[in-house]
């Protein structure tokens, strides 16, 4: 067991936690997490509507009396979700941890704060991590450019932004990007993060609520299987390299524009990918810590063997190479 000012800001046993990750984080998976010490997260949009999402925290609510969180990712759009009615949602199901992504988070702290919940939010940047502790955030999740999803247009990975975060913020935050053993938490902490988070690691786990081919292509790929799309666009995504992903790439970067992929970077693609099981039915995310991952274990087997490799890598192999 670690503590941490992120542990006690949530009240979990083990400074890990589950990536908000579309189609991916439902009360199956958040629940696990959190069940095993860490603390698991439900993914708002997945849900259509916020009356679904209430029955989902519902259902998350039956499987674990521990601590889970809910992200609610504020993108802009043409016709945007309705982000208070989902807000609205959130609180009246009594949920005490949310994590936002995407834009600035001001205009939701209000209702949150009022409401005693504690807001983490995610970013790419140390200058975003910063507004967001203006704002009123309780603890930042900072992704470095190893991340799968959106790792923004800085290219700066984990072992310089951990470290620049440690140096900026006074308030508590994690580690995304490239962790999924006790290696990385081992060195996240080292960098002064408060923790970590991860998404593909939990995605490669049984109770993970997706066709088992995908966590097998996960185990299968490396780190050198993924693209980044949008890059043109400014708007970078890091998912999975297929056929789909890399037609993206190549018309983009061949001048195309939005529209010309737009049909092929459809999310209900993605989610028949997560579903059927068919890993080229559209593109998905997946980070290049896909190299680690060589296993499909329950999610309390792989928190404990973090938690366990962790503490071995500081206590044992670490203080061995310290001579007086």
Known sequence: MFSTRFTELVGIEHPIVQGGMQWVGRAELASAVSNAGALGIITGLTQPTPEA???????????TDKPFGVNLTILPSINPPPYAEYRRAIIESGVKIVETAGANPADHMPEFKAAGI????????????LRAEKVGVDAVSIDGFECAGHPGEDDIPGLV??????????????????????????????????????GSRFMCTQEAPI?????????????????????????TARVSSNEISRSVVEILNDGGVFED????????????????????????????????????PTVAEAVESIVSEAKSVIIERLSRLIVA
């Open 161 to 198: 932004l951990i470290p620049r975060a440690a140096d900026q913020l006074t308030i508590p935050f994690i580690a995304s990007g490239g962790f999924a053993d006790g290696r990385g938490l081992a060195a996240a902490l080292a960098l002064g993060a408060d923790g970590v988070n991860m």
């Open 53 to 63: 999402l209430a029955a989902e925290i519902a259902r998350c609510q039956e499987m």
């Open 118 to 129: 504690k807001v983490v939010h995610k970013c790419t940047s140390v200058r975003h991590a």
């Open 211 to 235: 066709h088992h081919n995908v966590k097998e292509a996960i185990v299968a790929s490396s780190e050198l299987d993924t693209e980044l799309m949008f890059r043109p666009l400014r708007n």
């Open 261 to 296: 992929v737009r049909e092929l970077v459809a999310g209900v693609r993605g989610r028949k990918v997560y579903e059927s099981g068919d890993v080229n039915a559209g593109v998905w995310t997946v980070g290049m810590v896909q190299g680690l991952i060589n296993d499909i």
